[in-house]
């Protein structure tokens, strides 16, 4: 498995950004898609983005699209999230993955364990 440390949250106010980060093992990084989840209070975890090992394809939910982007650093062996025009509803644990695809139904093997993002109105 893949470990996994995500860093970078906190409270930010409606309109403003946060960079999200998510450091990972070397071992198995360069052949891993990576992806983001989030999960608020009370609801499902819910799949955010997603971007290949090769970062030729990148995946979002519609409720970020043209907000967030997804973005990694092999030589680093990390992958990143930035978040911009951030909204209350964006409030939550986001948690980063390593998958087998950008899909978010593909097979999520590696999870960190996350960071809170909050967002108030």
């Known amino acids: 498995q893949v470990q996994l440390v995500e860093s970078g949250g906190g409270l930010v106010q409606a309109g403003g950004s946060l960079r999200l980060s998510c450091a990972a093992s070397r071992r198995t990084f360069m052949r891993d898609a990576m992806g983001w989840f989030r999960q608020a209070p009370g609801k499902e975890r819910e799949f955010v983005a997603a971007i290949s090992w090769s970062a030729g394809n990148t995946n979002y939910a519609d409720s970020v699209k043209g907000r967030f982007t997804i973005s990694r650093d092999n030589a680093k062996n990390t992958v990143y999230l930035q978040m911009n025009t951030l909204k209350p509803e964006d409030t939550a644990v986001y948690y980063c993955?390593?998958?087998?695809?950008?899909?978010?139904?593909?097979?999520?093997?590696?999870w960190g364990q996350g960071t809170q993002v909050t967002v108030s109105s």
């Open positions: 993955a390593a998958g087998e695809g950008v899909s978010r139904l593909a097979r999520w093997g590696s």
